[in-house]
């Protein structure tokens, strides 16, 4: 999978990964700014349901960043706009239907 390249990563921005809480498949998807950056990884912490959960991902599976003035993707369940990091990997969870588009 190829990462766009140009993006310099940053912990003050929102990045979407791809997440299944029972492990597997990712059945949707988590926005969240990273706690830490790391030369090839991020670490984020997020509440899910009732408890925080720590994970962390490798930059080249973070699906899109936030961007509100320049984003072109609108996504179900999340506020803002987001531009696409990993085309591969958001088509997929597209059609897997992790990933619903705005209309």
């Not at 140009?6 to 706690?35: D, L, T, W």
């Not at 072109?72 to 597209?94: P, R």
Request: aromatic share 12%.
């Amino acid at each position: 999978m190829s990462i766009k390249t140009e993006h310099k990563f940053s912990k003050r921005n929102h990045y979407m990964f791809a997440f299944n809480y029972c492990g597997g498949e990712p059945n949707e998807v988590i926005v969240e700014k990273p706690q830490m950056i790391q030369a090839d990884k991020a670490s984020f912490t997020f509440l899910w349901s009732y408890k925080s959960v720590n994970e962390e991902r490798l930059l080249e599976d973070l699906v899109a960043v936030g961007d509100n003035k320049n984003g072109t993707v609108s996504v179900s369940g999340w506020s803002g706009k987001y531009n696409v990091l990993n085309q591969e990997l958001f088509d997929s969870l597209v059609k897997s239907g992790a990933v619903k588009l705005k209309k």
